[in-house]
């Protein structure tokens, strides 16, 4: 029997992983143009760290976590969302001591839940954090930065919602209204709704049965039981908001999964997705680090699922660079494979970055031209008994009409830097040059790749 893939949990071949890396990159460089760093955190946490943060009565604690005892018989959940345990890495090493924190990790998360598109049981987040800023100037970078890899990646058909969930107080009145509203139509609610009646009624409000649609709609609105100081706040972040020309919608009904929101919320949406249409969602906590035994801390976030990225990347035409090879050496007999390894390497060594693919397996002239023309590589470096006596290589341009030429080997590390330059310049190149990742040549052959 073959092995296969545990349901949800897909396989990223090399042909979709380039995309990935692609989108990985530019979202990466946006995050740190705005001067937040790196954490990378366990995807194992303790139970209890999840039950706190997230909530006892969601979805999520309820059904959802991969949960088991270790072999200390303690209690380990396979970390179904990233804010907790960077929360917990900040309170464990004093990252919040009189310090401001401007944080991402990106990696994968674990949810049981019934696989579809868009939305499965391992899958994948890039999560950026901003921790010790109270007011709503932070909100603001946090959505304007999303905006921009928008803008990076070309991407369009997204729409951003907000609201505001006001403070613990604000929600505590505002869940009593709900309650009283939603208890006088019990008889018309579905079985989780009555289920979160008595213990998170706002999680009603982001149900998606249509049924329930029309009750929701008349539900109370939290906006009208705003404290004077989260009106301010939100009044402030939509200000920010207009003046960096960021087009939003407020949507009233608007909720996050988790316990731990207050204040701002948002989300960006798409309809190019089917029904999983949410890219990248978040808000304000700015209770959780002091309920997780920190020093109160205000802080806000957001969460980007990378699978549906990549979909909306594609289903907007975004094509990644190719990743193929610049030079792929065609060595013929035993000889010109020696020296085909030498060469290769004092080229990787000479011009920074260049990727190179050395023929491996033997096979005929013709055959190994096949393969570097099928490699997507720009030139063959042809390598024969022949060359390898005259201490010379054929370079052979693979993807326009130029002649191959015969070149000396001390000097090929510069002749083919300046042809790959001149490619660049002139537009010839089989990538996008401007995306390509070789970056650097060393100062005497004078190649450098944006």
């Not at 303690?74 to 929360?87: H, K, L, N």
């Not at 100081?229 to 939509?238: D, I, N, P, R, V």
């Not at 949406?269 to 304000?284: E, F, N, P, V, Y």
């Amino acid at each position: 029997m073959k092995p296969k893939a545990i349901r949800g949990m897909n396989d990223v071949l090399p042909e979709a992983s380039g995309t990935w890396r692609f989108v990985e990159t530019i979202v990466r460089e946006v995050i740190e143009s705005y001067g937040y760093q790196e954490i990378r955190v366990p995807i194992l946490e303790q139970t209890e760290l999840f039950r706190r943060s997230i909530g006892e009565v969601t979805d999520i604690v309820e059904k959802e976590m991969y949960t088991f005892l270790d072999r200390n018989e303690e209690s380990v959940t396979m970390r179904p969302e990233a804010t907790a345990g960077m929360v917990r890495a900040g309170i464990s090493h004093g990252l919040f001591h009189n310090q401001r924190q401007k944080l991402w990790t990106a990696g994968p998360m674990f949810r049981y839940e019934k696989p579809q598109s868009g939305r499965y049981r391992q899958f994948h987040q890039i999560d950026v954090e901003a921790m010790g800023y109270a007011g709503p100037d932070v909100d603001a970078e946090l959505i304007i930065m999303s905006a921009r890899m928008w803008q990076e990646l070309g991407l369009s058909r997204l729409v951003l919602e907000l609201n505001s969930l006001g403070s613990l107080e604000t929600r505590r009145k505002y869940r009593e209204s709900l309650v009283n509203y939603f208890s006088a139509v019990k008889s018309k609610l579905d079985e989780d709704s009555i289920r979160r009646l008595e213990q998170n009624p706002l999680r009603i409000l982001d149900s998606k049965n249509p049924d329930m649609q029309e009750l929701i709609a008349d539900a109370p609105i939290m906006l009208d039981y705003l404290d004077d100081e989260s009106a301010q706040h939100f009044t402030e972040l939509k200000v920010l908001l207009d003046a960096a020309g960021i087009s939003y919608s407020v949507n009233p009904r608007l909720v996050r999964g988790l316990d731990y929101y207050n204040r701002t919320v948002f989300e960006w949406a798409t309809d190019a997705l089917g029904s999983q249409g949410a890219i990248c969602a978040g808000g304000r906590y700015d209770g959780l680090v002091e309920k997780l035994g920190g020093r109160s801390t205000p802080a806000i976030g957001w969460a980007m699922g990378v699978e549906r990225l990549v979909g909306l990347f594609e289903e907007c035409g975004g094509k990644a660079p190719d990743a193929g090879p610049d030079v792929y050496i065609v060595a013929v007999g035993q000889a010109a494979l020696v020296r085909g390894f030498e060469i290769s390497e004092n080229l990787r060594e000479a011009i920074a970055g260049i990727r190179i693919e050395l023929n491996l397996g033997g096979g005929s002239f013709k055959s190994q031209l096949k393969r570097a023309d099928k490699s997507g590589a720009e030139f063959a470096l042809v390598l024969g008994d022949d060359e390898v006596a005259e201490n010379r290589a054929g370079l052979k341009p693979l993807r326009t009409d130029q002649d191959q030429a015969s070149v000396a080997l001390e000097h090929l590390a510069v002749e083919l830097a300046g042809r790959l330059r001149r490619n660049e310049d002139s537009g010839l190149d089989h990538r996008s040059a401007d995306q390509d990742p070789v970056s650097t040549a060393k100062k005497q052959t004078g190649y450098t790749r944006a």
